[in-house]
């Protein structure tokens, strides 16, 4: 982004009362204690500025394929992804966006956790089809 729409935008939440993204940037750079209070008491509404439900959804559904997450969280964040509007298309692509950062081991594992967190057994599907 460049400097002059970083400094517009800058300057329009100043205007309504909000923090910058670079503010916010720096605050969270030290680990400034209020900053991480208040963004762990009000979660998505820690700042103005903040991912449509959709797309934040996706982005933690993402997240848990780079630390090897159990089936539990793939569940609350599909169900929290889906209930946003996200697809099982949508989920797919998030998962191979992803493969280039993190590794096809990690995706390979995090398929069928999310498939099944969707409602789709990979397992009973495999199971279903005959060999090639």
């Known amino acids: 982004m460049g400097s002059r729409q970083t ?6 939440a100043r205007d309504q009362g909000m923090v910058s993204a670079e503010e916010t940037l720096r605050r969270l750079a030290i680990g400034d204690p209020a ?7 009000h979660g ?6 903040r991912l449509d439900p959709r797309t934040e959804s996706l982005v933690r559904v993402a997240v848990l394929v780079p630390i090897d997450a159990p089936q539990s969280s793939y569940v609350a964040a599909v169900e929290a992804a889906i209930r946003a509007g996200v697809t099982l298309d949508d ?5 191979i966006a992803v ?3 993190v ?3 990690r995706v390979v594992s995090a398929a069928p956790r999310i498939a099944l967190a ?5 397992d009973a599907a495999l199971e279903a089809t005959d060999p090639p």
């Open 99 to 101: 493969a280039g950062s």
């Open 7 to 12: 400094n517009a935008r800058s300057a329009t």
């Open 91 to 95: 989920l797919v692509d998030a998962l």
């Open 118 to 122: 969707a409602g789709y057994d990979v």
């Open 103 to 105: 590794g096809w081991p």
């Open 44 to 49: 998505r509404d820690a700042r103005a500025h």
């Open 35 to 41: 900053l991480l209070a208040d963004a762990s008491a």
